[in-house]
């Protein structure tokens, strides 16, 4: 059964997001931008039919909404290459991180690609709008943009107007894995999902479990002193 897609509703910002960039790109990040990007890039019509997108066969899809720097994205699809993994980020100089990562110097254009990674650089809801139903078998937001203040609080991704939206991708039983350090946003997603009858959301762990490989932000946390929260939603 094919269910409409939900509206972005009203009153939710154009973007959940910032800046795209931070400082200039230096000529090395342009040349990943402009010759590695456009090779791994996910196109408009690969996103309608997400699991014929990739070089090879694959045994789920998994989608990384704001991939930061990169290290998980590219950690679980090292572990797990039979998947096929869209990581979405606006951020340029995140994506030149990432692609740093997988083209050697010199090789932009030619360095062989990751047949099971492709990169989504708009924003993350654009895509999931794009996506079929039911086509995800995980979702992956790991120690998102907290947008502590009180007049921004509508850009943060986990929320109850993005709840159908992010439902109607996931297939019953899928998971939705949550990490955060800022207290503001960890009672955030108590309260937005105590709202929803679409996920149930079990107590979350507070030591990174197995198989949630670690990021740049949580170990800034740990040496920070903040206690980051780890959930794991299952789709109803």
């Not at 679980?76 to 994506?95: C, K, M, T, W």
């Not at 740093?100 to 110097?105: K, N, Y």
């Amino acid at each position: 059964m094919t269910h409409p897609r939900p509206p972005i509703a009203e009153g939710v910002p154009n973007r959940l997001y910032g800046r795209r960039r931070g400082h200039p790109l230096r000529p090395r990040q342009q040349l990943l931008m402009d010759a590695t990007l456009p090779r791994l890039r996910l196109s408009l019509e690969q996103a309608a039919t997400p699991a014929a997108a990739f070089g090879v066969p694959v045994v789920e899809v998994w989608l990384e909404v704001g991939f930061g720097g990169g290290e998980h994205a590219l950690a679980q699809h090292v572990a797990r290459p039979d998947v096929g993994y869209i990581a979405s980020e606006v951020f340029e100089n995140g994506l030149c991180s990432l692609l740093t990562r997988l083209a050697p110097e010199g090789e932009e254009a030619t360095a062989p690609l990751p047949p099971t990674l492709r990169l989504w650089s708009q924003d993350a809801r654009q895509l999931l709008h794009l996506m079929p139903d039911a086509c995800l078998d995980r979702l992956f937001l790991m120690f998102p943009d907290p947008w502590p203040k009180a007049r921004h609080s509508k850009r943060r991704f986990v929320q109850p107007t993005m709840f159908g939206l992010v439902a109607r991708v996931l297939k019953p039983g899928a998971l939705w894995r949550i990490a955060s350090d800022d207290p503001t946003y960890q009672a955030w997603v108590r309260e937005s999902f105590a709202q929803t009858t679409l996920f149930r959301l079990p107590e979350p762990a507070t030591v990174r479990p197995a198989g949630w490989p670690p990021t740049r932000y949580e170990q800034k946390a740990l040496r920070e002193g903040r206690q980051p929260l780890y959930w794991e939603a299952v789709r109803k």
